[in-house]
Structure formats: C-alpha cells, structure tokens
C-alpha cells in the first residue's frame, strides 16, 4: 500500500458509518432528481444531516444521480480541516459552508438542471407564475462571482453568504442549490423550482404579456401546497415513482 492510499484508508476509517435510512433517503433523493431532468454524467450533488449534527452524508463523486445507491453515499465533516472520504465529490466545500451558516438545513441538493441554470443566466425575478414558483418567490438569491466547479473554502463560504436564509440561490451559469430542513424538502424543492423557472421561461417565451399570483395567494400556497405534510406526500409519490423504474430501490 503507497503512503498516498495508506493516508486515504486512514482518514476514510476516522468517519463515522453512513446511517442505513438516511443513506436510503439520499440514494432515493438522487433516483428522483434524474427523473427530474437533473442529470449531468456525474455531477451534481444530493447531501443529508441529522439535525444539530457537525457530520453530514454525500452521494459520491463517482455516481450519476441516476446511479445512486445507498452504498455509494460517503460522509463528511462540515469543519474545513477535517479527514476527507476519498470518494467524497470535489464540490464537498459548497455543502460545509451551508451547513456551517445554516443550522436550520439538513438537506442540500445542487444540480445543474437545464432551466434553473438557464434562469440562473438572465437578470429575471422568479415570478409564482404555477404554484411551483410561490416557494421561492422573495426566497432565492443569485450568485454571480464565478460560474467554476466550487473548490475551496473560500467561494463555498462566499455562496453562504449569497444564499443567506433564503430557500436557494441561483448559481450564475453553474445551476442551482436548493435547502431544506430535510432531505425530503430539499429533493422535492429542487424539482419545484426547475419546474417553476421552466414555466416561467415558458412564459417569456410566449412574447405576451402573463400575469402572476398575488402576494395572499403566495402566502396561501406556501401554507397549504408546501406545508410539511404536503411536502412528505410528494416525496412519497416520487419514491413511488423510483421504485416503479428502478425496483431494487424498494428494499433501501
């Protein structure tokens, strides 16, 4: 064994094991973003916590989110000079800085799914033209320092900051990154937003004038349509949906 793969085995033994569920959330997390439209070969990440915890886990930086099994999550520590799970994916940073500002997320999704990076690349502000659109409407931010693979401390921390309290932001040109107080809530959050920047592109689009909710009806929406017991009914219905095209995924 070279010292290079000695040090990798070592610094992967000091992480604590993968909990079985989560891992099984994570895994199911990734299956439905690909359903989605979310895929881009390998890249992309869908990453969990219990709540209050400094230790996160990852999908690997090998696995397609179509991919995706239990297995192949990783853990992480969200201290910047912690040991690092060589399979961990390259953008690990990017989910330490959230969870170091956010002790409220225990879920994060980044993707590079084609309308919200598209959206992402014009100045407009995300109208609730659908319901999709009432979750983030006033609750996304835009990042624009760089467009590049999120690599170090510094621009995880820089995106942190941009992202704020707010339920995502938008990475100029790069995709976007989704929170949630659960993985549940952010898997389904990202697919609500790429479906909320694709209608409202759709509406661009069109060259006519269109018409958007009202600030009542917004807050109506985020109480009834996005509530926590509705968002477990469409995690529900996408895990249904996985397990019809992948049905290993029934026994995670």
Same mark, same amino acid.
């Given at each position: 064994m070279t010292p290079t793969t000695a040090a990798a085995v070592e610094g992967r033994s000091t992480l604590p094991r993968v909990p079985t569920r989560l891992a099984g959330? +994570?895994?199911a997390g990734a299956r439905m973003l690909s359903l989605d439209g979310h895929d881009d070969f390998n890249q992309g990440q +869908? =990453? *969990?916590r219990m709540p209050n915890s400094d230790t996160f886990f990852i999908k690997?930086?090998?696995c397609g989110f179509d991919e995706a099994t239990p297995d192949q999550v990783v853990a992480a520590s969200i201290a910047p000079d912690a040991p690092v799970d060589p399979l961990a994916p390259p953008e690990l940073p990017l989910h330490q800085a959230i969870y170091r500002a956010r002790p409220d997320v225990n879920g994060i999704v980044h993707s590079h799914a084609p309308h919200t990076l598209v959206f992402g690349a014009t100045d407009l502000e995300l109208r609730p033209v659908s319901h999709d659109g009432a979750h983030f409407t006033g609750a996304l931010s835009l990042f624009t320092q760089t467009s590049n693979t999120v690599l170090d401390q510094e621009t995880g921390d820089a995106i942190a900051e941009s992202l704020g309290d707010a339920e995502g932001v938008l990475l100029r040109n790069h995709g976007g990154v989704i929170v949630g107080? =659960? &993985?549940r809530h952010a898997a389904v959050f990202a697919q609500v937003l790429e479906r909320a920047c694709r209608l409202q592109l759709l509406a661009e689009q069109s060259g006519a004038p269109y018409t958007w909710a009202s600030e009542t009806d917004v *807050?109506?929406?985020r109480d009834f349509i996005y509530a926590d017991l509705s968002v477990r009914s469409y995690w529900d219905y996408a &895990?249904?949906? &996985?397990?019809?095209v992948w049905p290993e995924a029934t026994t995670w």
């Open positions: 959330q +994570i895994a +869908i =990453s *969990a690997n930086a090998l107080k =659960s &993985v *807050a109506l929406k &895990v249904r949906r &996985v397990r019809c």
